[in-house]
């Protein structure tokens, strides 16, 4: 297809072991970013990637989360030990960058994201 | 410290009528602004945006008003529509320092328009 893809689309796990979640952005797209939605909550931005620059990981929000960007298109998000409090819908995002120009900035495109529940 | 705020967790309204959801913002860095809407299952699309160096864009029935001074903006909806049913996420950008590149999303309205 030609949106962002997101796999699996559900993961149930028990606490305490490692997940991956993966993310196909959209096809020439050089911005990908990850979110987490928990429940009644907004998105909450974990990390982003643009072209061949170091990754924002200033939304990571412990050193269990990890994520990487291979050849600038796929990207893995890796949660070591999972916590219950790590239940959440993981959303997956890519642009064509970040700005067309003055005054006019590049929508985000999102997958369908990954329903993580731990048990 | 929230940056992106929708004060109101849900709007109802009936259809043909008008809806109004409303965002504020804390970051005078913010140059730029979207609304997104997502249905259940599915991830945000993209509705509408504006500039700093606009106070309204409309596109359809959707309209976009920007209020710099007060840090607020809100979108409208008219005539609202039953598919129109779903969560608005109000999102803010900066074009410089550490965050650019990035939007940060408010909590959402979960908008029900009755028919």
């Known amino acids: 297809g030609a949106g962002v893809s997101q796999s699996p689309s559900n993961k149930v796990t028990e606490k305490g072991k490692d997940v991956e979640l993966r993310c196909d952005p959209i096809?020439?797209?050089?911005?990908l970013y990850w979110y987490r939605q928990s429940l009644g909550q907004g998105l909450e931005f974990l990390i982003y990637?643009?072209?061949?620059?170091?990754?924002?990981k200033s939304g990571l929000p412990s050193d269990r989360f990890s994520a990487e960007r291979t050849g600038g298109s796929v990207s893995t998000l890796t949660i070591q030990r999972t916590q219950q409090e790590d239940s959440a819908v993981y959303l997956c995002?890519?642009?064509?960058?970040?700005?067309?120009?003055?005054?006019?900035?590049?929508?985000?495109?999102f997958g369908d994201g990954t329903r993580l529940s731990i048990l | 410290d929230q940056q992106v705020k929708q004060n109101s967790p849900s709007l109802s309204v009936q259809e043909g009528r008008i809806s109004i959801l409303n965002c504020d913002y804390t970051n005078s860095m913010f140059d730029y602004f979207l609304w997104y809407k997502k249905y259940p299952a599915e991830g945000p699309t993209f509705l509408i945006s504006?500039?700093?160096?606009?106070d309204k864009n409309e596109d359809g029935r959707f309209t976009v008003f920007l209020n710099k001074s007060a840090k607020h903006l809100s979108l409208h909806i008219v005539p609202s529509q039953p598919g129109d049913s779903a969560v608005y996420f109000c999102a803010a950008s900066a074009s410089g320092g550490t965050n650019a590149g990035k939007s940060t999303f408010g909590d959402g309205t979960t908008l029900t328009v009755k028919p």
């Open positions: 504006i500039s700093s160096i606009k």
């Open positions: 990637f643009q072209g061949n620059s170091a990754p924002d």
């Open positions: 995002a890519s642009s064509l960058g970040e700005r067309l120009g003055r005054g006019s900035f590049v929508p985000q495109h």
């Open positions: 096809s020439g797209h050089t911005a």
